[in-house]
């Protein structure tokens, strides 16, 4: 039979009216929740990103700020940007986006933001508390992978999930917070050898790589639910995952295609994290 296909845009729409009507009971309360966005350079896809956030958060009654700046920005007037959002209480999340530009280093512009800021979930002190099981802002794609399986009633305690990825911004974080969740982790990476006989141990299975078709049915385990966090373009460029979709359905129980995938759910996780920080700072 078939696999179920994971709607990340229903998930997404879900969650979203969850969090618009939270923020209309925190404005009651006097408090907007408000998102910075610091846009360093043209990169196309990043003013996508950008203007994807910025519309998300009108529709969410969200004040949001959208500062952006040509390529020739020096590393220390963005600082000097960041400590100004850092003091500013209108303003509960703040994002850089990513890439920047060679000159500028993003380590010290991630370390630059307060942590209680950090709607990325990318400064060291966030993911030193994700590590250490503690409740802090996690970081939005593998927090939206997780809100997604709770959504289909996925049981994680005592799985095994192979994570096929070990970046900081997905793979790792993600494997950890399957691992907070009591699952049995595994982790999986270009220098991993013979790759399927990891994958096929898998119950819950996510793969965060970059490159299409490297998970096929033969890498999967019946019943198996696979979470494809790949955004890639195909020979034809249309976007796909880094699973054969239409081969792993066949085996997998749960499947998320791409798009509407894991996609929609990394915005509305930001949105989330946004109102989260300003919920804490309204206490
Ligand atoms: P990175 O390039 O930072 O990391 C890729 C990981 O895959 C690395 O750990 C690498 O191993 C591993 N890898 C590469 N080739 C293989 C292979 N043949 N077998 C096993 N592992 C391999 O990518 P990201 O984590 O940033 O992104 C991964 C994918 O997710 C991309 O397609 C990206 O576009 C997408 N993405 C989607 C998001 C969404 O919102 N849906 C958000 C963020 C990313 P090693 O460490 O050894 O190099």
Redesign the pocket.
Known sequence: MAAKIIDGSEIARKVRTEIAAEVAELKGKGVTPGLAVILVGDNQASQTYVKMKEKACEELGMHSVMAKYPSSLSQQELLNKITELNEDNTIHGILVQLPLPNHIDEKAIIEAISPEKDVDGFHPINIGRLMTGQDTLYPC?PYGVMVMLQYIGCEIEGKHVVV????N???KPVGQLFLNENATVTY?????KD?KSFTTQADILVV????ND?ITAEHVKQGAVVID????RNEEGKLCG?VSFDEVKQVASYITPVPKG??PM?ITMLMHNTLKAAKKSAK
């Not at 999986?188 to 991993?192: A, F, L, Y």
């Not at 966090?229 to 890639?232: A, C, D, E, H, R």
């Open positions: 794609t096929v990825g070990r970046s911004i997905v793979g999986c990476h270009s220098k991993t790759l965060a790589v970059g490159r490297t966090v790949g955004m890639n880094d894991v996609g990394t």
